[in-house]
């Protein structure tokens, strides 16, 4: 399969989970950093949306407009490359936190800000692995 297909792959799995991460948050009043928030974001839970898509559909295939007017598709992948390891970085300070709330599940109980940091740290670290061996990779000859 093709390093930018399978980027392309990597990130839609790594985005649809921190969307309905962040959709089920914003749903139980918790914002972006862990605070509080008294309305849900509709426009961030949009724009999260779009892009989840985008960015996949993106990646995937050359797309001639978007290569000839905007950025090549390396480019495009070492930018997101680095604002994922950017989101990584941030997760990560939450996760070895010494101390940190708690959000009640969906399926009952409770789970720690550090547990869910935690399994979207892998998540990240994941996707951005793919997606940088699709940035920097040699072309193929």
């Known amino acids: 399969m093709d390093r930018f297909r399978l980027a392309a792959r990597a990130y839609l799995v790594y985005g649809v989970i921190y969307w309905i991460g962040g959709v089920y948050l914003a749903s139980q009043g918790v914002g972006v950093r862990g605070g509080r928030m008294l309305q849900p974001g509709v426009v961030w839970i949009v724009l999260g949306l779009v892009f989840v898509a985008a960015i996949p559909y993106l ?42 709330a708690s959000v009640s599940t969906p399926w009952g109980g409770e789970m720690t800000f550090r547990a869910g940091a935690i399994v979207f740290v892998v998540v990240t670290v994941a996707a951005l692995a793919l997606v940088a061996r699709a940035a920097w990779a040699e072309k193929a000859a």
């Open 59 to 100: 990646l995937a295939h050359r797309r001639a407009w978007f290569e000839r007017w905007i950025l090549s598709r390396r480019d495009f992948a070492r930018i997101l490359a680095a604002f994922m390891a950017l989101r990584a970085w941030h997760v990560l300070r939450v996760a070895v936190r010494p101390d940190t």
